[in-house]
């Protein structure tokens, strides 16, 4: 049997049907996106040179110091010391300028230094099994592993050996020692299945016959992974948390090593779920390229674009390129990750989404998040809506019928994102962290009960409903997710360009309190009549909530804070108090009928404010005419007055 010809995972010494050679990849750093991105990897590279080695303990802007004072090998440290390691080892072979070699060859050494890296694996990770193996095993084995193969021609006989011993001992052994155990990430289908089964399935093809368990780690690798690849629900929805849509990569670099491995005679990645999980994350990435922060996110997030990169070269999608293309640079800022720049293929066209694209759109499976937006301006867009009526089965939150505003660029009701996690101790309590509490969403909230956390308190999407002219609308059913109620729905309409109405009809069988809190961006308060003013950075929001049954409501200002003992982090120390801010809305009854209206001003615009007319509607002043909003007859009616734009739920067709 043939040695292999190094490098041949990523990219190819020869020439080898469709896939991309050291040659071509060269040619690439010469013009266009290819160039910018090759810079961006060369410029730290070049950084790096008079860096030392990157260790748990290590400070640097993209990390949270909480880490390194624990000397924790955190995502972010063991990200940033394979990136170190793979630009090093991409440079030198575009260029070959061993110092770049050189400066991979010293961080591999200090990965492999049990005084400069104790454990590969977080601590908030050890009580889960020993040996300690978790996800940054897997990160650290793959990016190794790759960088092996690429350095591969440049090495001496001893220093390929000094890798493979190194690569054996502090992951590929421990991860065979736990098998026996059935460890849970053997048998899931999340992140941690596709990075610590997948990445040490990359390294087994990255090695090859240097390691004698290379097949073996392949061999247990491909059904797991067949497994995880048919989790995604039938339209490309993820079965986590839009924040972790990303993980997806982790399937993307397993299925582009195995196309590399099989000399391109394997190309899954134009397959299903790839291209319509893509489409699935565009969905829900509002401009300027910020991830809707539902359960395990954070408010702002860059959008991982780069499997993006991967898939339009498989598929030839041109609109997954201009995503792409559009977003990376973010990514690139916070995530200095260089594979993007291999998977970028510069002979394929980016176009922007056309008018057969639509606006919005409903997805059925796991969270059953819907999305609607003005339109597919990737820098700002008067408005962009989402919502959702389930709960993922990981990295999930409490908050099913969530719903979000976005507005020119920037978030006005906002969604608080997730905390740095409780401890092993406090996880079955998380709930009372108000992050992963009901409480802290813009959802109903009865008699001060948590919502109901098993698997089947679930809502469910009733009907939904899409114009590319006048706006959509959408209504749910969450009451399987409250404890000892009658019925809980939620009605959203979005007439375009940025009105936002959401009915919230609650049947009880007992009077009792309904709380409604909406999160916004600032720390803004309700005036004596109820009505408060969002203020983003450019963009303003009006708001106001009407009770339709004709009674006082109590209205406020309030703020989160975590309270002991449920105010520490899984590293021991106390959670940040951001005492975020939100509007609340409270009422007493049996039957509680609550409409919430939104108005959003764009920067050159005068706010206005809601004035009510009559008991159940309200009008608004704005810079597109007036615009009416009500409920009446069972129906919740939105309509421009000046220009006859209307959107009703339910629509009578």
């Not at 190094?6 to 020439?15: G, M, N, S, W, Y």
């Not at 004698?212 to 491909?222: K, T």
């Not at 959802?443 to 009733?462: F, N, S, V």
């Not at 009451?479 to 940025?498: I, K, M, Q």
Request: charge should be negative.
């Amino acid at each position: 049997m043939p040695r292999i010809k190094r490098p041949h995972i990523a990219l190819t010494a020869e020439k080898t049907g469709s896939l991309r050679s050291v040659d071509e990849v060269r040619e690439a750093t010469r013009e266009g996106t290819g160039r910018d991105l090759w810079q961006g990897i060369l410029s730290r590279a070049e950084a790096d040179l008079n860096r030392p080695p990157i260790t748990p303990w290590s400070e640097f802007p993209e990390r949270e110091l909480i880490h390194a004072r624990h000397g924790n090998a955190d995502w972010t440290a063991c990200f940033a010391a394979g990136q170190r390691v793979l630009r090093g080892a991409l440079v030198h072979l575009v260029t070959g300028d061993v110092r770049f070699r050189d400066l991979s060859l010293r961080q591999i050494a200090s990965l492999f230094d049990p005084e400069d890296w104790p454990m590969w694996c977080d601590q908030a990770h050890l009580h889960q099994g020993s040996p300690p193996v978790d996800l940054r095993t897997g990160m650290l084995c793959h990016d190794l592993a790759l960088a092996y193969d690429w350095l591969h021609p440049s090495l001496t006989d001893s220093e390929r050996r000094f890798i493979i011993e190194g690569i054996d001992r502090r992951g590929i052994q421990p991860y065979l020692a736990r098998l026996p155990g059935n460890p849970f990430w053997l048998n899931e289908t999340h992140n941690w299945t596709t990075c610590i089964v997948g990445g040490l399935g990359i390294a087994g093809m990255a090695l090859g016959d240097d390691h004698p368990d290379s097949q073996r780690l392949v061999a247990i690798a491909e059904p797991i992974m067949a497994k995880c690849l048919e989790a995604y629900g039938p339209e490309g929805e993820f079965n986590e948390s839009v924040g972790y849509a990303g993980a997806i990569q982790l399937l993307v670099n397993y299925y582009l090593a195995r196309r590399y491995q099989t000399g391109d005679r394997d190309n899954r990645l134009g397959q299903a779920p790839f291209p319509q999980a893509c489409h699935w994350v565009m969905r829900f990435t509002n401009p300027p390229g910020h991830y809707l922060p539902f359960g395990d996110a954070h408010l702002r997030m860059p959008v991982a674009a780069q499997s993006f990169a991967a898939v339009a070269a498989a598929t030839r999608d041109r609109v997954l390129q201009w995503f792409f293309a559009t977003h990376y640079q973010a990514e690139q800022v916070l995530r200095h990750d260089c594979r993007g720049f291999l998977l970028f293929d510069d002979t394929l066209e980016p176009e922007p989404p056309g008018p057969e694209f639509p606006l919005g759109r409903a997805y059925h499976a796991y969270g059953q998040c819907i999305s609607s937006r003005t339109d597919w301006n990737p820098h700002t867009t008067a408005c962009v809506v989402a919502g959702k009526a389930g709960r993922e089965h990981n990295h999930a939150h409490n908050d099913v019928g969530q719903v979000v505003i976005d507005g020119h660029g920037e978030p006005l009701i906002v969604d608080l994102g997730s905390c740095l996690y409780p401890s092993a101790e406090l996880w079955d309590e998380r709930h009372r962290f108000y992050n992963f509490s009901g409480f802290g969403h813009n959802i109903p909230m009865i008699g001060d009960r948590e919502l109901r956390m098993t698997p089947d308190a679930q809502g469910r999407i009733l009907d939904a409903s899409f114009n590319r002219k006048t706006g959509a609308s959408w209504t749910i059913d969450s009451t399987a997710a409250y404890e000892d109620v009658r019925s809980v729905t939620r009605t959203v309409v979005h007439l375009f360009p940025g009105i936002v109405a959401v009915l919230d009809l609650v049947e009880l069988k007992r009077p009792e309190k309904v709380v409604l809190r909406w999160h916004t961006v600032d720390r803004c308060s309700p005036d004596p009549d109820g009505a408060f003013l969002v203020k983003g950075e450019i963009a303003r929001l009006a708001g106001r909530v009407i009770n339709l049954n004709r009674r006082e409501i109590r209205i406020r200002r309030g703020e989160h804070a975590y309270k002991a003992p449920y105010d520490r982090n899984r590293l021991g120390e106390l959670q940040v108090q951001k005492n975020e801010s939100f509007i609340e809305t409270e009422s007493t009854d049996q039957t509680v009928r609550l409409l919430s209206l939104f108005a959003i001003f764009g920067p050159d615009a005068t706010p206005s404010a809601w004035m009510p007319e009559g008991r159940d509607s309200a009008s608004i002043p704005t810079g597109d005419g007036v615009v009416r909003a009500g409920w009446a007859s069972g129906q919740l009616r939105v309509a421009n007055l000046d220009t006859g734009c209307v959107v009703q739920f339910p629509d009578p067709g």
